[in-house]
């Protein structure tokens, strides 16, 4: 297309779009315009399907509503540009500018191209085109409600960027550069995040079911209230992100296991059943001052949990990985924690300790029944002031954790390791005779 041709087009457009007489809609379907200077343009509304813009310059142009189906805008630059409810399916953005661009709304999915002749068996067929917009800038783009379900975003910068509510379901994110960016509401189930860089952004009430954020940097992200059942978390930096979820956000099954205690405990056995979450995943779950004791929660995933003054008394936890949980002032009691792992978790104030059994009458027996735990990692946990009194510590590992203050008289200590650990005022059990 000559500039002479482009220019009479841009002009009966612009007559178009103010009603006058002469005007017609825009028609650059499959135009070759590569290069070309649009800068400020107003194609509402106009047709550029399948049109090679490849490295044009559209900075500032309004497309809001544009049918760019499959349209090559690699490398193009769309900064400013208001692409908003602009059909984006399929198309090529590999390395394009969209600083400050307006997506709200906007369709950025695969799409499907039809063809004639020449397919399979000769015959007409349809060909599934994924809209590539890996290494674009969308920093401080306007991306609300935009849908972009299973495009390919490796390697892009959206720092910044507006994107609540919007649809990223089965998209590629991988590497990615998303600091400070509102993914509120936004749906990522089965997004691949591995590695991608999410410091600072807020993820409220995100759904990010099944999502891979294998080594990705969550520092102080916001993600309260997100969905993130079977999220892949291997080697991700949570350091000081609000990963609390409360028991609404996971499954039917744990909703009714802990509903059902609640009523077990509350009625003293005679309605409810005590809880059986053998090997559930609870990582990041706010279970702060709840009652759970005498439920099975053995290999029970707890990683970065709320546990803060809750009541896990006479509990089956056995093997549980609770690294990074605060378990601050809760009651352990004559719980089973036998190589249960609480490296980096808080314990300031909890009690460890044994519980006085009790007859069927209500009344003490006289009998202790002992903490166990055997076998447990505290590596680099916070336990100032814990009460492990009588507990047995056998063969745990208390490297590097502070345990200020704490009491373990009365505690086994046998092959317990404290290498590294701050026991500054903490009361000792005297030292197991190695002959014993």
């Known amino acids: 297309m000559t500039p002479h041709e482009l220019v009479a087009v841009l002009e ?25 200077n649009l800068a400020g343009v107003d194609l509402t509304s106009g047709k550029l399907s399948g049109a090679n813009l490849t490295h044009s310059d559209l900075s500032n ?94 390697d892009v910068s959206m720092n910044g960027a507006d994107c609540e509510g919007a649809l990223l379901t089965g998209a ?22 591995s590695g991608v860089n999410l410091s600072g952004s807020v993820l409220r009430d995100a759904n990010l079911t099944g999502a891979v954020l294998a080594g990705a940097n969550l520092r102080n992200a916001d993600l309260q209230g997100a969905r993130m059942e079977g999220v892949d978390l291997a080697g991700a930096d949570t350091t000081g992100a609000n990963l609390a979820r409360s028991a609404d956000n996971f499954s039917q099954h744990i909703q009714e296991a802990l509903h059902s205690h609640y009523t077990w405990i509350n009625t003293n056995g005679a309605m409810g059943s ?42 089956e936890m056995s093997d549980a990985d609770m690294r990074d949980a605060d378990f601050s002032g809760a009651i352990l009691d004559g719980a089973n924690l036998r190589g249960a792992d609480f490296s980096g978790a808080r314990l300031d104030g909890t009690g460890i300790g044994w519980v006085d ?61 404290f290498t590294g650990a701050n026991l500054t005022g903490a009361s000792l059990p005297p030292a197991p005779d190695p002959d014993d």
Not at 131 to 145: I, K, P, Q
Request: aromatic share 4%.
């Open 172 to 193: 590629t994110l991988m590497r990615s550069a998303m600091k400070n960016c509102n993914l509120a509401r936004a749906d990522l189930r089965g997004c691949n995040m």
């Open 61 to 154: 142009a309004n497309l809001s509503h544009a049918d760019l189906f499959a349209a090559h805008l690699t490398k193009a630059d769309l900064t400013g540009c208001n692409l908003y409810r602009a059909d984006l399916r399929g198309a090529h953005m590999r390395g394009a500018k969209l600083k400050r661009a307006i997506l709200k709304e906007a369709d950025l999915r695969g799409g499907a191209l039809l063809y004639g002749g020449g397919g399979k068996n000769g015959k007409g067929g349809v060909d599934f085109v994924r809209s590539d917009l890996s290494g674009s800038d969308f920093d401080d783009a306007m991306m609300s409600n935009a849908n972009l379900s299973g495009a390919d975003l490796t």
């Open 12 to 36: 009966k457009h612009e007559r178009w779009l103010k009603n006058k007489q002469g005007g017609s809609r825009a028609n650059l379907t499959m135009a070759n315009l590569e290069g070309a």
């Open 357 to 417: 059994i009790k007859g069927p009458d209500g009344k003490p027996t006289g009998r202790l029944w002992a903490a166990n735990l055997t076998g447990c990692k505290f590596v680099g946990a916070s336990m100032v002031r814990v009460n492990l009194r009588g507990a047995n510590l056998a063969g745990g590992d208390f490297s590097s954790a502070d345990l200020t203050g704490a009491i373990l008289s009365d505690a086994n200590i046998r092959d317990a390791r």
């Open 274 to 315: 005590r809880a059986d979450l053998n090997g559930a995943d609870l990582s990041h779950i706010d279970l702060h001052g709840v009652n759970l004791s005498g439920a099975n929660l053995r290999n029970v995933k707890l990683v970065g949990a709320k546990m803060r003054d809750s009541l896990l008394i006479m509990c």
